[in-house]
């Protein structure tokens, strides 16, 4: 196997409520290889994003403690200047939301300019159109000409997707972060951008970190996959164990409760309960007991660690090996807040 | 009878523009649409973004108005002057928004909000109608002493059960669900699809599901429509859409959506391109000359497409 690309250890990144500060993403060590795709699964309030953020140094506000190990380089430390240098340019992101992502008053072609120009590659005014245009094309936008002179409103939501992700892949970063990239397409489009995204990892070899809440999607895409829940990670595993051997519970409730084309299920499973709020987690004990009360306290372990229960496959807490979905999935009545 | 029926139902939305804003074309968002369903089943309407499911949903429940075609509910045509009001169908279609954020005045308590609709038909006195609310909330599975809260102090699922308990409040029999669940996260989708379905048997609804999501549609629904730019391409049962797609755009739909198990990566992927090269090759066969699908012919008793007459 390839070395890391990047090395996340015992990231912790907490905002301030009030006086005190609440860890949204808490201990999580994670390692992203070349030519990798791995896959953050979380509802929301996992904290995915919010880790993703953290990684490329957007968060301003956040309180964050831990390392990301890019190259030898720590970006947790690094000056804004510095950061500057290697955004954009080394590692990128794919925003979820294309038209929130794109300037409103400045046309395509200038958008994609724009990256090229602030990371300084050297080309004359020309050469950078001439890339543009070839981006707009490796992107599988069909005018490019015409494209680049227009503005984001005219364009579909799948094509604007495109060009977040053209201007993402211009200077050819080594890690790309996708947070989202299809959530808001449809499908025929989805699959479109996900070959994509596919085909520029086996081109540019890059490393990629996909954050999907499908996991459909993550099926199709990911190397390894890592599940989310409450601002920790509950699982690690390659995609292969992770769908047919899955352990933890909440992985397991995950994936019993999607409706899929292929099996027709009389009833879907339903997690009891509701995310506890960043404010009311369990710090100490497994955060996912709460929804799972049929399962004997006993099970749980204090102060949860990740168990490599196989090569490379990690699991948080020892409830998982005394879970067992209930006999019953009745769950009306059972979640109202009091 | 069948509960509901649409016959050649054409909603067109003019475009305007020029001098004074007079009319220089119009769109047909809805174009010639038919479909029955019966009482107490589940059709479910799919397509992709602007291919007119929401306006067909909108337009049955008087949210858009028609250009042509009728709507019969219980045999009486919707689309006639005055007949909304003397049949009682405001009580009886009712609807379940998509984003359970904005469809709850948050300015409006939950006793409010679920009250409305009973104030509108009902003369209830303040403490039948208290309790009628708090009736609704357990039905739904909230806690009663809910009442008096206000819609940000909800979860995204509670909140969609909020839009349920309203749109139940009046005991109706047909029911719009326009993408209900799309806004809700993968474990509180699951109980409120549950939900949809007990409460469906419990009050013997019907309903016209609204979705993107095959593998929803496929959970709930016991008739399909696929729709395609304002037309429908296919219509059948679940088994007939899912195991014996015909029309090359149904085809290439439910090749697209994600496989859940990464051992059929490679299985999928030439299937895809066995299905895309297909569609080209067969889009000529499959589509008038203005892209647009060709009326719905049978081809058994459950199973119609949208085919030219040799076909």
């Known amino acids: ?10 990231l912790t990144t907490s905002f301030r409520i009030a006086d005190h500060y609440y860890a949204a993403v808490d201990d999580v060590t ?8 791995l896959a953050i699964v979380g509802e929301s309030g996992s904290g995915k994003s919010a880790l993703a953020f953290s990684i490329m140094g957007l968060h301003t506000k956040a309180r964050i403690e831990g390392k990301v190990n890019y190259k030898g380089q720590d970006i947790v430390q690094m000056s804004p200047g510095m950061l500057n240098k290697v955004r954009g340019k080394e590692m990128s992101m794919i925003f979820q939301d294309p038209l929130a992502a794109l300037n409103p008053l400045m046309i395509i072609g200038s958008q994609i300019d724009e990256v090229l120009l602030l990371h300084d590659t050297g080309l004359s005014k020309k050469q950078r159109k001439e890339k543009v245009l070839d981006l707009l094309t490796k992107v599988g936008i069909p005018r490019p000409e015409h494209t680049y002179h227009q503005y984001p409103y005219e364009l579909s939501g799948g094509m604007r997707q495109r060009v977040i992700i053209a201007i ?9 972060l996708a947070d989202e990239p299809t959530t808001a397409l449809d499908v025929t489009i989805q699959l479109q951008i996900l070959e994509l995204i596919k085909k520029l990892k086996e081109d540019m070899q890059a490393g990629i970190i996909l954050i999907t809440h499908d996991l459909g999607v993550v099926s199709e895409m990911a190397d390894r996959v890592a599940v989310m829940y409450a601002g920790q990670i509950v699982e690690i595993a390659d995609i292969y164990t992770l769908t047919s051997n899955p352990q933890h519970p909440y992985t397991r409730s995950l994936f019993n409760s999607i409706p899929t084309v292929k099996e027709v299920k009389s009833r879907l499973h339903v997690i009891q309960g509701i995310v506890p709020s960043l404010k009311n987690l369990p710090r100490t004990g497994c955060r996912f007991a709460g929804r799972t009360p049929w399962i004997d306290a006993s099970a749980h372990e204090e102060n949860p660690q990740l168990h490599e229960i196989a090569p490379g496959h990690f699991v948080r807490c020892t409830c998982y090996r005394h879970f067992h979905f209930p006999d019953s999935t009745e769950e009306v009545g059972t979640d109202g807040i009091a | 009878m069948a509960l509901l029926e649409v016959k050649d139902l054409q909603v067109h939305f003019p475009i305007r523009g020029g001098l004074f804003s007079r ?13 029955a369903i019966e009482a107490g089943q589940t059709y479910g309407l799919v397509g992709e973004s602007g291919s007119g499911k929401t306006t067909t949903g909108r337009a049955i429940i008087g949210l858009n108005q028609i250009t042509g075609g009728s709507i019969l509910f219980e045999g009486a045509d919707l689309a006639s002057k005055g007949a909304r009001k003397q049949n009682n169908v405001r009580r009886d279609v009712q609807m379940i928004f998509q984003d359970p954020y904005s469809s709850l005045n948050p300015k409006k308590r939950v006793l409010d909000i ?27 599975g909230l806690s009663a002493d809910n009442v008096l809260k206000y819609p940000h102090e909800f979860s995204g699922g509670q909140r969609q059960r909020i839009g349920i308990a309203r749109a139940i409040a009046l005991k109706p029999k047909l029911i719009i669900a326009d993408e209900p669940v799309s806004a809700l996260d993968v474990s509180v989708q699951a109980q409120v699809l549950n939900f949809l379905r007990d409460i469906q048997k419990e009050l013997n609804l019907t309903y016209l599901f609204i979705s993107h999501d095959l593998g929803i549609i496929r959970h709930m629904c016991d008739r399909i429509g696929i729709m395609y730019k304002g037309r429908h391409v296919e219509e059948g049962t679940p088994e007939d859409i899912f195991d014996n797609p015909r029309h090359i755009y149904t085809k290439r739909l439910i090749a697209a959506i994600p496989d859940i198990d990464p051992l059929q990566r490679e299985v999928r992927n030439v299937f895809r391109r066995s299905v895309s090269e297909e569609y080209d090759n067969a889009y000529r066969s499959h589509f008038d000359q203005d892209g647009l699908a060709y009326p719905l012919r049978s081809i058994s008793d459950t199973h119609m497409v949208a085919m030219p007459e040799k076909g």
């Open chain 2, 114 to 140: 679920i009250a409305e609709p009973l104030r509108n038909f009902e003369k209830l006195s303040p403490q039948e109608e208290m309790r009628k609310a708090q009736e609704l909330l357990e039905q739904v």
């Open chain 2, 23 to 35: 009319q220089v074309g119009e769109v047909k968002a809805v174009d010639r649409v038919n479909l």
């Open chain 1, 1 to 10: 196997m390839s070395e890391d690309l990047l090395r996340i250890e015992n």
């Open chain 1, 168 to 176: 993402a892949i211009a200077n050819g970063p080594q890690l790309l």
């Open chain 1, 30 to 37: 994670l390692t992203v290889k070349k030519n990798e795709i």
